[in-house]
């Protein structure tokens, strides 16, 4: 019998951007955290300050992120999205508002007829969000 993985943690590769893309995240979700954080240095293959490695969760959510070395030709896609499910009209209004800044809105929040209030967007680092009201 073949060993089950030990944890699956979505992981966010950026191109110089992890560190504004975390400050938006922690300011956006009140229960954000930046768990660990740190910084390429100096003589890093990394530019000196963008991040190497950092963990922070989202409601309890755990997730990975760094800034890439090597610039890639690729980028995040909407087909891979972070689904949120939000308690209050206000909740998923001030998030979508915040996400979609800078960003672009491929869903207006409204009935989908799937869901009675739900919008999608892309935030200005190309994230995709799913916002579903619970």
């Given at each position: 019998m073949t060993a089950m993985a030990k944890q699956v943690i979505p992981f966010l590769m950026f191109q110089g951007d992890a560190g504004p893309a975390l400050d938006l995240y922690t300011s956006l979700f009140a229960d954000a955290r930046v768990v660990d954080l740190t910084r390429w240095g100096a003589d890093g293959p990394g530019a000196e300050g963008t991040v190497q490695s950092a963990t922070f969760t989202i409601a309890g959510q755990e997730f990975r992120c760094f800034d890439s070395p090597p610039v890639h030709d690729f980028t995040f896609t909407p087909s891979f999205s972070i689904w949120v499910e939000t308690a209050s009209e206000e909740e998923q209004e001030r998030l979508f508002a915040g996400l979609s800044e800078g960003g672009a809105v491929l869903m207006e929040?409204?009935?989908?007829?799937?869901?009675?209030?739900?919008?999608?967007?892309?935030?200005?680092?190309?994230?995709?969000?799913?916002?579903?009201?619970?």
């Amino acid at each position: 019998m073949t060993a089950m993985a030990k944890q699956v943690i979505p992981f966010l590769m950026f191109q110089g951007d992890a560190g504004p893309a975390l400050d938006l995240y922690t300011s956006l979700f009140a229960d954000a955290r930046v768990v660990d954080l740190t910084r390429w240095g100096a003589d890093g293959p990394g530019a000196e300050g963008t991040v190497q490695s950092a963990t922070f969760t989202i409601a309890g959510q755990e997730f990975r992120c760094f800034d890439s070395p090597p610039v890639h030709d690729f980028t995040f896609t909407p087909s891979f999205s972070i689904w949120v499910e939000t308690a209050s009209e206000e909740e998923q209004e001030r998030l979508f508002a915040g996400l979609s800044e800078g960003g672009a809105v491929l869903m207006e929040l409204g009935d989908h007829g799937f869901s009675r209030r739900f919008g999608w967007v892309n935030d200005r680092f190309g994230v995709s969000w799913q916002l579903n009201l619970a």
